[in-house]
Each structure stands twice: as structure tokens, then as C-alpha cells.
T-cell receptor, first 108, second 114 residues
Framework: RKEVEQDPGPFNVPEGATVAFNCTYS??????FFWYRQDCRKEPKLLMS???SGNEDGRFTAQLNRASQYISLLIRDSKLSDSATYLC?????????FGSGTQLTVLP | GAVVSQHPSRVICKSGTSVKIECRSL??????MFWYRQFPKQSLMLMAT?????????EQGVEKDKFLINHASLTLSTLTVTSAHPEDSSFYIC??????????FGPGTRLTVT
């Protein structure tokens, strides 16, 4: 079983749509959780950290369910510029463990 | 702030040759740097953790004699792919950690071995 599992997609949605990504992790000792965004042939960039109480940053909302070992990312009012691969990242032991990413394409 | 550079951004080399990739933290000191490899449509896989002044810690399955890592200063780590083969062709990304949990990624180096 992979340490971090994501639905690879692709998700193709129209501009303005709301889209949700899910992620599960296997190491229950994980303490830190993140969503990164990676554009084609570029390095990953931190989108947001994920906190136990859930957190929001503009159109982006992240949720964490420790009991289910489940993380989610919700994007509202999606923009063309949101097209990218979204990586679920977990930190179980001081090192980052990456999911394989979910590809999103926002269509005009 | 927190900028990490990598050089070169792209390299093509012949099979059997060695390639050195540099990773620099430009505006902070990084006691720990990480080297990742990413094949197309796959996740980033950690290759090794590099601590300044000590030997790198390699992940299982990564040959330390093939992927030489040197972290000679708090702002520079190098990865040398020795005797490169076509299957080593990949996107190599470094990251640097100034302290705490957050890592800052370099822009990556695309290696093609012909």
C-alpha cells in the first residue's frame, strides 16, 4: 500500500466550478500535512498547510480527518490558472512523503 | 525570501559519463537538503537526505556509489550521477530546510542520458 494515495484524475472542470480532491495516508504518526501545486515540468510549490481544525485560504479549503487518515482540498470558483497537478504531502518523520498527484484542468 | 536555485536546469549527456547538479539556498542557511527524483506522471521520490558536514542518508534502493552527494556548506549541496545510463533520465529536484518542517524546492534539473 502506498504511503500517500490520491486519485490521479484527470479532473476536467469548467471555469467557475467547485472541485474536491481527496487523499489518504497510511502512517498514523504523521504530524504535518500539506497540499502542494506542481505545474508541468516545474518544481512543486506549497499551496497550503492542512490543520486539524480545517483551514481556508481564499478559494481553497483544506480539511484533515486524523481518525480516517484522510485529507481533502476544495477549490471553489475555479480559474483557468488553477490547472495543475495537486500533490498531497505528509510528514511522518521529518521528511516529506508525496502522493502521486491529482491532475486538474480547468476549461474555458 | 527562501529561494533555492539549481544548476543546470537541463542537461543532456552520453551514457557512461557523469553529471553534477548543484543546489544552492540563496538567502538562508540550510542544515538539511533533500534530493528527489520524479519520473513522468509519478510522484517525487526521496533519494537522499543531505546534512551539512556529514554523510548523506540514502533511501532504500538508491545506490550511494552511483548518486554521490556532497553537502560542503550550509548553502550548497551537489548531486553527481556517475556513469549515467538512459534509465537515469529523470527530473531531479532538490529542496532545502532552514529549520522546522517546511522545505523550499529548487526549480529542478531535467537530465536526459542518450
Amino acid at each position: 500500500r502506498k504511503e500517500v494515495e490520491q486519485d490521479p484524475g484527470p479532473f476536467n472542470v469548467p471555469e467557475g466550478a467547485t472541485v474536491a480532491f481527496n487523499c489518504t495516508y497510511s502512517n498514523s504518526a504523521s504530524q504535518s500535512f500539506f497540499w502542494y501545486r506542481q505545474d508541468c515540468r516545474k518544481e512543486p510549490k506549497l499551496l497550503m498547510s492542512v490543520y486539524s481544525s480545517g483551514n481556508e485560504d481564499g478559494r481553497f479549503t483544506a480539511q484533515l480527518n486524523r481518525a480516517s487518515q484522510y485529507i481533502s482540498l476544495l477549490i471553489r470558483d475555479s480559474k483557468l490558472s488553477d490547472s495543475a497537478t495537486y500533490l498531497c504531502v505528509v510528514n511522518p518523520d521529518g521528511q516529506l512523503t508525496f502522493g502521486s498527484g491529482t491532475q486538474l484542468t480547468v476549461l474555458p | 525570501g527562501a529561494v533555492v536555485s539549481q544548476h543546470p536546469s537541463r542537461v543532456i549527456c552520453k551514457s557512461g559519463t557523469s553529471v553534477k547538479i548543484e543546489c544552492r539556498s540563496l538567502d538562508f542557511q540550510a542544515t538539511t537538503m533533500f534530493w528527489y527524483r520524479q519520473f513522468p506522471k509519478q510522484s517525487l521520490m526521496l533519494m537522499a537526505t543531505s546534512n551539512e558536514g556529514s554523510k548523506a542518508t540514502y533511501e532504500q534502493g538508491v545506490e550511494k556509489d552511483k548518486f554521490l552527494i556532497n553537502h560542503a556548506s550550509l548553502t550548497l549541496s551537489t548531486l553527481t550521477v556517475t556513469s549515467a545510463h538512459p534509465e537515469d533520465s529523470s527530473f531531479y529536484i532538490c529542496s532545502a530546510r532552514p529549520g522546522g518542517v517546511e522545505q523550499y524546492f529548487g526549480p529542478g534539473t531535467r537530465l536526459t542520458v542518450t
